[in-house]
């Protein structure tokens, strides 16, 4: 596989998908509970949360083993929070369980929180020496950029905020 291609086809993936998540916030705030996009995402929130906590392991998994990009110390804080998501949500497709939000949220918003930070503290130049000599790579260190602003953090903080996004859906339809 070649890392162009694959920088392109994932920042394409999360570019729609910030678009999609613009719409989402809208619909929380605008949408009635009661309204059928409101009904449907809250069905599938669990569909959601497990679609994007396995992107987040599927993305971050290529590019840290495929490509041998080093994960730095804000990357692990980011999949420490997502990764069970991923796990746990499938078990509850898989079981029938219907899990809070809550739970979900308790994951997703710190991993959301530190993407954010971590985007902007690359794109603004900030300096983020995080890393361990020999150890892990610099938190500054941009590896993709696509677009602009499509950084590996900027991926992940689109996974995260889908995943709130579908658990206030959630809740939404749940009061």
């Not at 990357?75 to 219907?98: E, G, N």
């Not at 997703?108 to 985007?119: E, G």
């Not at 677009?147 to 995260?160: K, L, N």
């Amino acid at each position: 596989m070649n890392i162009e291609f694959y920088n392109l086809f994932i920042g394409t993936l999360a570019l729609i998908t910030q678009v999609a998540a613009a719409l989402g916030l809208i619909g929380v705030i605008v949408l009635k509970r009661n309204s059928e996009i409101v009904q449907f995402i809250s069905d599938k929130y669990q569909w959601i949360c497990a679609t994007f906590g396995w992107a987040a392991i599927a993305g971050s998994l290529t590019y840290s083993e495929y490509f041998d990009f080093i994960p730095c110390k804000l990357c692990w804080i980011q999949r420490i929070f997502l990764y069970p998501i991923a796990i746990v949500s499938l078990i509850a497709l898989l079981t029938k369980d219907k899990i809070a939000p809550k739970y979900y949220l308790g994951l997703s918003i710190p991993a959301f929180l530190v993407s954010i930070y971590h985007t902007y503290s690359q794109l603004s130049g900030a300096e983020l020496e995080c890393g361990v000599v020999g150890q892990n790579a610099s938190c500054g260190d941009v590896w993709v950029k696509m677009y602009g602003y499509i950084t590996i953090p900027a991926m992940a903080a689109t996974c995260g905020i889908m995943i709130i996004l579908a658990n206030l859906y959630r809740l939404k339809t749940t009061k």
